[in-house]
């Protein structure tokens, strides 16, 4: 049976649910957080240690500015709300991107790791203002400044991901199959599941489903 140590997910269809539902996409975006406590919730279930969510990537910022709005709004306020929550489940915060929000959304960032910073159970690394393009095109820049060999083991000390191991599973909802620049390097080896559901509609039994069918996946890593 597979060890599974990391989940990475595409959180896609937020938008066209809201639309479909209740005719706003910003009413999906606030549904898709539910979906975000079911699968933290069922994560720590299965002995997961890291789960890594794709919130906001650098190419979000060609959306309407509303909607940006609402969307930094929304995670404001969801931290705000369930960080003493996290916290008491012994939940580690973790934030891989570019942190050039707002004042006052980069301080709650930075007071939500630093709370959490010493916590177990599972970590889980929101990709805020994230492309993987971007990561590993400043690896590269960072070991050109050090004067470094380039080779795998000195690119991976600069990536934002430097302490996480590569995601096992990749799952990706909303019926999109494409990668969206996010953790291209980390994803070399991953099983990747596209789901057909919306994230609002995605649930544990959809979760466990994907957790099962990876166990009995012969993984080889390029050998036989």
Known sequence: MNPLNHVAIIMDGNGRWGLKKKNSRN????????SVEKIIKETI???????????FSTENWKRPKKEITYLLNLLENFLVDKIEDLHEQNIKLNIIGVKNFSKKLNSILNISEK??????????NLALNYGSK???LNAFKNLNKNNEKISEK????????KNIPDPEILIRTGNTKRLSNFLLWQIAYTEIFFEKKLWPDFNENDYIKIIKSFKKIKRNFGSI
């Not at 991976?156 to 991901?161: E, G, M, R, S």
């Open 27 to 34: 009413a999906g975006h606030r549904a898709g957080l539910h």
């Open 45 to 55: 279930k299965q002995n997961i240690q890291y789960l890594t969510l794709f919130t």
């Open 115 to 124: 709370k959490t910073s010493k916590n177990t159970k599972l970590q889980i």
């Open 134 to 136: 971007f990561e590993l």
């Open 154 to 161: 000195n690119l991976k000390k600069y990536l934002q991901t």
